[in-house]
Nanobody, 122 residues
Framework: VQLQASGGGLVQPGGSLRLSCVASGLDFSKYPMGWFLQAPGKEREFVAGIDYLGFRTYYADSVKDRFTISRDNDKNTVYLQMMSLKSEDTAVYYC????????????????WGQGTLVTVSS
């Protein structure tokens, strides 16, 4: 299984970015997926999750109404659309395959991408 995240970069506060995560080596349409962030010196935190069909989504309170998770099972890709970015959103963002019971716990995910860095700064 491989998860390849991309789309990070430098953006000004209030700006937008879209992250992508392309999966290979798995039957992508059968697995829920999630995004996490990890800021320097901090633990990995849940950002958003989506069920295997894309019907149900889950968000951390800190990103509700600003971030949107979606997926395209034909392209084996999960996305994270980020809007109204803040400096505190600066972190490495990871996609991961959900196989557990608690969306918020990293231990509920068995495979992780390599991460993509998002820097929000003027």
């Amino acid at each position: 299984v491989q998860l390849q995240a991309s789309g990070g970069g430098l953006v000004q506060p209030g700006g937008s970015l879209r992250l992508s995560c392309v999966a290979s080596g798995l039957d992508f349409s059968k697995y829920p997926m999630g995004w996490f962030l990890q800021a320097p010196g901090k633990e990995r935190e849940f950002v958003a999750g989506i069920d295997y069909l894309g019907f149900r989504t889950y968000y951390a309170d800190s990103v509700k109404d600003r971030f949107t998770i979606s997926r395209d099972n034909d392209k084996n890709t999960v996305y994270l659309q980020m809007m109204s970015l803040k400096s505190e959103d600066t972190a490495v963002y990871y996609c991961a395959r959900f196989t557990g019971t608690n969306w918020y716990r990293p231990s509920s995910y068995d495979f992780w991408g390599q991460g993509t860095l998002v820097t929000v700064s003027s």
